[in-house]
């Protein structure tokens, strides 16, 4: 799993690549969680994202609860279908606004 972390504006951009499983979930939170403190606005990229397991669901809502605590926000685009699927059978995925750019998920965030 690679993640990257940017800054558009005062927007952090948290860009991941790869499989979000029980094997790179620790790392990924090591690195995403202390990015996205002191963050209002957050775009979780997961265009790069080919499978999410239960330990990743637990770190996007990790992250969504970090952020909900502070009144921030966070979009999540590119999800691929079979991932659009996993947040809906769990629920989360009402948490999150979704947006399939990059440019739809700044502008869905204000």
């Keep these: 799993m690679r993640v990257t972390i940017k ?5 952090a951009l948290i ?3 790869g499989s ?5 979930a620790p790392e990924v939170q090591r690195q995403v969680l ?18 999410v397991s239960s330990a990743g669901v637990r770190i996007l809502l990790l992250l969504y609860r970090q952020l909900k605590a502070k009144g921030g926000k ?3 685009v590119g999800m691929s279908e079979e991932i659009k ?3 809906s059978n769990t629920g989360l995925i009402n ?6 750019t990059l440019d739809a998920g ?5």
């Design 7 to 11: 800054s558009i504006n005062d927007v």
């Design 95 to 100: 948490f999150f606004l979704i947006a399939d």
């Design 34 to 51: 202390p990015s996205a403190e002191g963050q209002n606005k957050v775009i979780l990229d997961m265009t790069g994202v080919d499978y």
């Design 74 to 76: 966070i979009a999540v």
């Design 15 to 17: 860009e991941l690549e």
């Design 106 to 110: 700044v502008a869905a965030l204000g």
């Design 85 to 87: 699927d996993v947040m």
């Design 20 to 24: 979000l499983d029980g094997k790179t």
